[in-house]
């Protein structure tokens, strides 16, 4: 028999880009803290990031990071999740001609410009019923819709395993495009390419 569900936490959403600034030194050490502990047992993919790389591919450009921070008794504040937003290729090549009909829609091309969720993963520290991987992908979509608000675009990519797409991505909108490569260290699971169309949100 399982005890009682824990409530939803509360949050704040801070980009690791906004927080660099020298007035947010206290929080940003912490956040860096807390980053370099976090655990996420689901994905030794997503754990490493957090820990290990984070930093420098935020430093790069490549990508922006997005982190939930919530207050905890223990550290003072915890990271209970993050998302990663960049820039990206959608490759219609592989698509069936109806999938490519339904996302292009009149104007049709081979590849297309696109935003793409990088990474996106809860702490083992909260349950899904906490923080559900809904929040991390509504989340995600409200950065993208603001950046679709200066510079246009169509498309919100993700690369995800199979189930994890059919349980949090294809109920959020997205639609399946194309297998995708795993990542290195997950080679045994299979991955797709799924995208949804910005302006249906």
């Known amino acids: 028999m399982s005890g009682p569900q824990q409530p939803a936490i509360e949050y704040d959403v801070f ?3 906004d927080i660099a600034q020298d007035k947010y030194s206290t929080l940003r050490d912490r956040v860096h803290e807390r980053l370099a502990a976090f655990d996420c047992s689901r994905s030794t993919h ?12 935020e430093a790069h450009g490549h990508s922006r990071t997005y982190v939930l921070i919530t207050p905890d008794d223990e550290y003072g504040i915890e990271v209970a999740g993050f998302f990663t937003i960049g820039l990206t290729s959608l490759d219609f090549s592989n698509a069936s ?17 696109a935003y793409s ?85």
């Open 97 to 113: 001609n109806s999938a490519r009909k339904r996302l292009m829609g009149s104007i049709t091309m081979e590849q297309t410009g």
């Open 46 to 57: 997503l754990q490493n990031f957090a820990r290990s790389e984070v930093h420098r591919w």
């Open 117 to 201: 969720i990088a990474e996106l993963a809860r702490s083992d520290r909260y349950s899904n019923h906490q923080l559900p991987g809904t929040i991390l992908v509504d989340e995600a979509k409200q950065v993208v819709k603001r950046a679709r608000s200066y510079v246009a675009g169509r498309f919100l990519v993700v690369d995800a395993q199979q189930k994890v797409f059919e349980r949090l991505y294809e109920p959020a909108g997205f639609r399946h495009v194309s297998v995708a490569e795993a990542p290195r260290g997950m080679e045994d699971r299979d991955f797709i390419t799924a995208c949804c169309v910005i302006k249906d949100w």
């Open 15 to 17: 980009a690791l880009s």
